[in-house]
């Protein structure tokens, strides 16, 4: 007969994993974060579902120092205090697990997987079978024939079950010899010190061989190898405290009985409340969709009988309110559909649901048109540069091989870093956990002074250029009967609102190198008599910043149709516009758009090859001169902390809850983000509108110049010859009318045979 099945859960470790797996923009109205809740909730949900346990605990650990902490003050001494958006959704979660009737179990002075450790010991005595779920391995060492642990495999949507014989599989060890394996190893993320130079490998050896620590320490005598002996006897002490700092107490005294945690039923009456607190009553529709049609395991089986149009409406739902999770069809459950209405009434309460009916939706169909119909390639073109750039690169690979010496593996980072670092004693820039960095940003901090790292970057991106372009596109295309490629243009997969694009992905194209405009060229005409046209919009960003800033030095500069970049030239190097030099031109033209990404000085400094120091100057020069752009970014800033989201002017949100990370690195990456958001979810929002009304435009007028691509700020158009100035005269006022600045919009328009002649 089987024995029931107790659940041990270490809440603390899997609500962890939860805050770091989903993003940080799952906030209330009031400015909670919920994303450790939501995640942590749906996980427990599910494993109720799947496994149906008998009963149920959750332990946690309290703030009081423990054993460990008083016996050894190194202890976990180097952690950071876990981050206040975390640990203010702790109370949260057992409110979650209160109006589930699960006891969460708690002892000052021990840890929570001390506390697993005895609930699971105890429960077994009273003929349970146990499973425990954490995200920490130290919990491998309670596994038996009646305790399983399961970890996640991947954040908390994958997980893998460990019992006697996967621990052996994957560790050569018993169960119970993890807490000698890890005496020897150490334990980095506890600061368990372990005997140093003792790696995995080493320890599991050991441990197969003299079967315990003890064991290994009566018998250091018989090691062979010299150095390890040593090692041994001067680390012995501290080995021994390692093993007891790794070793779980299995008597912690609690006043829980594992009988007192039966577990019957998900009282959803008690539960839908708390989740519709804290903004989450559709995870309670999910699950009660779920729970009636078992639909976990069978999602994606049942996707495939799912109305597609409704699918597709939800998916772009959820990605408004939820910007930073990239949303596909698979993504997308019967559970979901049930949601629809609660979606709706979410996005009206936002202010977000004109911005679905108006644009999001209306313009999926202008997508669908654009994926079905395709661009065509010129196969043979692109064949013969596939050719050239393959002598080029075997070219470079010579040239390479002279320069180190030695032939070696261009494409391993690993051989590569020994040619460098090792062979060549070049400066080492970054070193990783398994040896020397060869990144690109290391390359190009080497390329001022060494050859062989300009040559190695040279050869990355003609490696990469042909796999992803030159090699695929003609394998792509031969696929159509008409020779055509058909990009999947994503609309819910950015945070700024803006549309990426899949196989192939036509954003990444390079347009500035010689390699990239080439790759332009293979895009043609599918019909003969026909022309590419390309509509571009000028510097839309910045003419969006110059409207939001209200700025009236940028905004005159932009109304007299004056160069902008030679403009800010004369302003922040004080000099008259006439005597603006090309370099003059070329670093103002940084600055202005390096402002709009929220630029740092450091960064401007490596755009621009001036001193930080200058690049410095060069900011509070651009400031003084443009004091409402200063304004406008320490405004949004403000607006950030204050709401956890901002906003563009057609009100797409995109939450910024690391805005207050105490994290400085964290906090200003989330700043840089906020300032960008706006301008750039702007840019995003207007060229979609503009795609909606070119559309109307051209169907109204019954003209065969089809939309082929958009790629960030233009869109490309396949049309008969002589309906180019037809086009032109309908394509431009579309645009340029699309959202009406206190500065024109813009719009470049060029056709030719190809994508390069066009733009």
Not at 6 to 34: C, E, K, N, V, W
Not at 635 to 643: E, V
Request: aromatic letters at 6%; proline letters at 5%; hydrophobic letters at 40%.
């Amino acid at each position: 007969m089987s024995r029931p099945l107790f659940i041990l859960i270490d809440g603390h470790s899997l609500a962890y994993r939860a805050f770091y797996a989903l993003p940080s923009s799952m906030i209330t109205i009031s400015g909670q974060p919920t994303n450790a809740v939501y995640g942590f909730t749906k996980m427990l949900l599910k494993i109720i579902q799947d496994l149906k346990p008998a009963a149920l605990a959750v332990a946690f650990d309290t703030p009081v120092k423990t054993f460990r902490h008083l016996e050894f003050k190194e202890y976990k001494a180097h952690r950071p205090p876990s981050p206040q958006e975390f640990r203010s959704q702790l109370p949260l979660i057992k409110n979650v697990l209160g109006a589930l009737a699960i006891p969460v179990v708690t002892k000052d002075g021990f840890e929570a997987d001390d506390v697993l450790a005895t609930l699971a010991t105890t429960a077994t005595q009273e003929d349970f079978d146990c499973l425990i779920i954490s995200g920490d391995t130290d919990i491998l060492q309670l596994v038996s024939p009646h305790i399983k642990v399961m970890l996640p495999k991947k954040g908390i949507s994958e997980t893998i079950t460990y019992d006697d014989a996967k621990v052996t599989e994957k560790y050569g060890l018993l169960p119970k010899q993890l807490i000698d394996f890890k005496a020897l190893k150490g334990d980095t993320s506890d600061n368990v010190p372990g005997v140093p130079g003792i790696g995995d490998k080493t320890a599991a050896a050991l441990i197969q061989e003299y079967g315990s620590l003890e064991n290994l320490l009566a018998k250091t005598e018989g090691i062979a190898k010299e150095s390890l002996k040593a090692k041994m006897k001067e680390y012995k002490e501290q080995a021994l405290l390692s093993k007891h700092l790794v070793t779980l107490d299995h008597e912690v005294p609690l006043e829980l009985a594992p009988k007192s945690c039966v577990f019957n039923e998900i009282h959803w009456e008690k539960l839908v409340p708390v989740l519709k607190e804290y903004e989450m009553g559709s995870l309670a529709k999910q699950h009660e969709a779920a729970l009636q049609g078992g639909l976990f395991d069978a999602a994606p089986e049942h996707n495939k009988e799912l109305d597609q149009q409704k699918v597709k409406e939800v998916r772009i739902m959820k990605h408004l309110l939820n910007s930073e999770r990239a949303l596909s069809n698979e993504d997308i459950t019967e559970a979901d559909l049930a949601t629809a209405e609660d979606l709706k009434k979410e996005l009206k309460e936002k202010g977000l649901l004109e911005l679905y009916t108006e644009m999001e939706l209306p313009l999926s169909d202008i997508l669908e048109a654009m994926e079905q119909r395709g661009i065509k390639i010129d196969i043979p073109y692109l064949l013969k540069m596939s050719k050239e750039m393959g002598v080029l690169l075997q070219a470079l690979e010579k040239e390479l091989y002279a320069l180190a010496g030695e032939e070696f593996n261009l494409n391993s980072p690993k051989q590569l870093s020994v040619v460098l670092f090792e062979k060549m004693a070049l400066p080492v820039i970054k070193k990783t956990k398994t040896g020397y960095s060869t990144d690109n940003e290391v390359l190009e901090t080497l390329a001022e002074k060494y050859p062989i790292a300009n040559k190695i970057i040279e050869f990355r991106q003609l490696s990469k250029l042909k796999n992803t372009y030159v090699d695929t596109l003609p394998a792509l295309a031969e696929k159509d009967k008409d020779q055509r490629v058909h990009s999947t243009f994503n609309q819910t997969a950015t945070s700024t609102g803006r549309l990426s694009s899949s196989e192939p992905n036509i954003q990444n194209i390079p347009v500035r190198t010689e390699i990239g405009k080439k790759i332009r060229a293979a895009f043609i005409p599918g019909t003969p008599g026909w022309k590419l046209l390309s509509a571009d919009y000028s510097q839309i960003e910045l003419r969006i910043l110059a409207h939001v800033a209200q700025d009236e030095r940028l905004i005159k500069a932009f109304q007299s149709g004056e160069d902008i970049h030679k403009q800010t030239a004369a302003e922040i190097f004080e000099v008259p516009l006439l005597d603006v030099t090309p370099e003059l031109r070329s670093r103002a033209k940084a600055v202005n758009f390096g402002i709009v990404y929220g630029i740092s000085a450091m960064g401007l400094a490596k755009n621009t090859g001036v001193t930080p120091e200058e690049a410095q100057h060069y900011i509070k020069a651009y400031f003084e001169r443009y004091p409402k752009i200063k304004q406008y970014m320490d405004d949004t800033l403000a607006q950030a902390k204050k709401n956890g989201y901002v906003e563009t002017l057609l009100k797409r949100r995109r939450y910024i809850h690391d805005i207050r990370n105490p994290n400085g690195r964290i906090r200003a990456f989330a700043e840089r983000a906020a300032i960008n958001a706006p301008i750039q979810g702007a840019a995003a929002d207007i060229i979609k509108v503009a795609m909606i009304a070119v559309d109307k435009a051209l169907k109204a007028e019954k003209i065969k110049c089809a939309l082929l691509l958009q790629v960030h700020d233009e869109l490309v158009f396949e049309l008969p010859a002589q309906e180019v100035e037809r086009a032109k005269g309908l394509i431009r006022p579309a645009m340029e009318k699309a959202y009406p600045l206190v500065v024109p919009l813009t719009v470049d328009i060029n056709t030719g045979d190809n994508w390069l002649e066009a733009k």
